[in-house]
């Protein structure tokens, strides 16, 4: 059995995925015999409503060549780059029994990538960042400047890219836990991470949202696997996708004027004493675009805003963003996940594992307030769905079931 592990958000699965797994599953290649995938839950990295909820997208994952799907937890999901990345390594250490990290990457390089990662952490480009972050700079742009500076151009430039900057995260994580498990990068194939326009077979998934969105949901099927079009349209014919921000909106804004200073300076990630201006553009706003307007500076970028308002919206903290997730939950397992499961048991988790909610209850008081927090996240984000549900769905879904 050799056991690879992929970090996703599948928002939708499309046809550049099962590339991945192919490619993953491949003899010469990753040659894996069971893949488990890490999932972003209700809301995404991006600092928006997932498309449609978690149960479905782990629905469509073991259908195409997924055997295990477990959940990233929503103070992850709603990260930068590397706590997404930190969520979703750990997770796969802490199963025990994973032997590889698959990802995409646009430079299918994972010696390059390992150069840069090793750049990251010399101490001249680190007190290089300081200094340019000092001087007013984004993150990125001061990371980049750093490594160019340092490491030059040829190294600098892989950070341009999302896949790679992702890629990159990964391999940070993986030295920082001292993991075993080794990494691999598929070449990502076709469009751009987030391009406007299909090429051939291959569509981006903001395309797709944006196609799903729009009301052309059949327009969809060309890029994404046939079993998962089905998928669309039944969720689409009940009312559960696509999700839509302008449906949450009013909501949105209600929680958030209720929110004082204090409580915005407690979210996660927060520097500068953005939460100052974050409450007045709160207060003046008066809908989400104008806020973001209001808001956004040089050194904070729409997807950390919006990640922002989510976190406060949701009422998430930096203390709960800290350390680590406390247990494993499963979403979803085909009969060779539960081979995984039953591999990671033998071996012994470093966190819990649980299969169904009422095994949250047996855990320690940060995991109870973990599970509670995905509960309400759950429930907030039902507002953005064309029939939204009522509260306790998370309480209630079954562990899916994969033939």
Excluded at 25 to 47: C, L, N, P, W
Excluded at 186 to 198: L, S, T
Excluded at 260 to 280: D, F, H, M, V
Aim: with cysteine; glycine share 8%.
């Amino acid at each position: 059995m050799k056991i690879a592990g992929i970090v996703a958000e599948y928002n939708p699965f499309h046809h550049g995925h099962a590339y991945q797994i192919e490619h993953t599953r491949a003899e010469k290649e990753g040659d894996a015999s069971h893949i488990v995938a890490v999932m972003s839950t209700h809301f995404t990295q991006r600092g928006e409503p997932a498309l449609v909820d978690p149960h479905i997208r782990a629905q469509m994952a073991l259908k195409n060549g997924v055997d295990l799907v477990i959940a990233l937890p929503v103070p992850w999901s709603l990260s930068s780059a590397q706590g997404f990345a930190e969520g979703g390594v750990f997770l796969l250490h802490a199963l025990g029994c994973v032997d590889m990290l698959s990802f995409g990457s646009e430079s299918g390089d994972i010696d390059a990538l390992r150069k840069v990662r090793t750049l990251l952490d010399d101490p001249r480009v680190t007190a290089r960042l300081r200094g340019l972050l000092d001087m007013g700079m984004s993150y990125a742009e001061a990371q980049r400047k750093a490594v160019t500076d340092i490491g030059g151009e040829n190294r600098a430039v892989l950070l341009d890219t999302p896949n790679n900057t992702l890629g990159i995260e990964y391999l940070g994580a993986l030295a920082r836990l001292n993991s075993p498990i080794e990494p691999f990068t598929v070449k990502r194939m076709g469009v751009a991470h987030d391009a406007r326009a299909p090429i051939g077979g291959m569509a981006s998934a903001s395309y797709l949202r944006e196609v799903l969105r729009a009301g052309r949901t059949a327009n969809v099927a060309p890029f994404v696997p046939q079993n998962v079009c089905d998928l669309l349209i039944d969720a689409v014919d009940r009312g559960v996708c696509p999700s839509r921000e302008e449906l949450a909106e009013r909501a949105i804004l209600a929680v958030l004027r209720l929110r004082t200073k204090e409580q915005l300076a407690s979210l996660p990630a927060l520097s500068e004493g953005i939460e100052n201006r974050l409450y007045n553009a709160i207060c003046e706003a008066t809908d989400l675009e104008e806020l973001i307007t209001l808001a956004k500076t040089k050194r904070y970028a729409r997807t950390r805003l919006q990640r922002l308002i989510y976190c406060a919206f949701i009422g998430i903290t930096a203390d709960m963003a800290s350390g680590m997730p406390p247990y494993i939950r499963v979403l979803g397992a085909t009969e060779a996940g539960l081979q995984i499961l039953r591999e990671a048991k033998d071996r012994g988790t470093a966190v819990p594992v649980i299969t169904r909610a009422s095994q949250v209850d047996a855990l320690d008081d940060r995991a109870k307030a973990m599970f509670r927090l995905e509960c309400r996240a759950a429930d907030l984000y039902a507002l953005s769905l064309p029939k939204p549900y009522p509260c306790g769905s998370e309480m209630t879904t079954a562990l899916l079931r994969e033939v």
